[in-house]
């Protein structure tokens, strides 16, 4: 099979899903997918699914896809997030770049079907991306992004409680400032990071001293944005 006839065969997959027609889509695709593991050598199925990845995660990549919406785990029809799955796990195993970071930003934020016991941890995978030789900014990125996220949600019930633990933190933090010195990193997600640095620790004060005062006001004398999310209580 050449990539055109694969590009063909998911353009057909779309085409029907354009029409309405789900059921006969998932039909033709169940069947594609089959017929591509039993007759597509493993050599020249990694050189086809190399650049469905290259036409739905970068930049240039073919239009048709990324109008359909091809993004992460959420987006990728069962059957081509399978053959996908498969197939940089196989890249993964040979510690290949950009196909680690591939995995983690297609299998990375959402549950995995094909792997529901997380036995291939994403963020691990990114971890390995991160001290490649051949990172890239994009890696970078969301290495770093990913303690963002941690951090955001950590603060998720700001003033009632932390939702991580201050070790965890702590943790999460020290990654930021590792990549930091050593990376460059979108002034954006810096300038987040020093945000979430600020609040938690305007935050571990206020608790540690017997949260005297209202929170809100003293983020507000710190010059720190901060909406608290409303807590309701039933006796």
Known sequence: MTYEEFKSGVDEYIGLVDKGLKKQANKLLFEFADSFK????????DGILYQFCCDILEDGGYP?????GFRGTSQ???????????????????????????????????CNPHDPKNEHSPYEILERAYRHPECDQLTVDLYFNAQLDELG???????????????YYEECVGICEKIL????????????????KAL????YKWNDGGRV?????????????????????YN
Do not use: T
């Open 38 to 45: 039993a007759n597509v050598p493993e050599v020249e199925a």
């Open 200 to 203: 938690y620790e305007l935050w």
């Open 76 to 110: 990728l029809p069962f059957q081509l997030s399978g053959l996908v799955f498969d197939y940089l796990m196989r890249e993964c195993d040979r510690n290949k770049m950009p196909q680690m970071r591939w995995e983690y930003q297609l299998f990375g934020k959402y």
């Open 153 to 167: 949600f950590g603060a998720h019930h700001f003033p009632e409680g932390c939702c991580i633990a201050r070790e």
């Open 213 to 233: 005062g209202d929170f809100g006001e003293l983020c507000g004398q710190e010059g720190l944005e901060f909406a608290p999310v409303k807590a309701f209580y």
């Open 181 to 196: 010195a050593e990376k460059e990193v979108h002034d954006g997600l810096a300038a987040e990071f020093r945000y979430y």
């Open 64 to 68: 048709r896809f990324r109008e359909f």
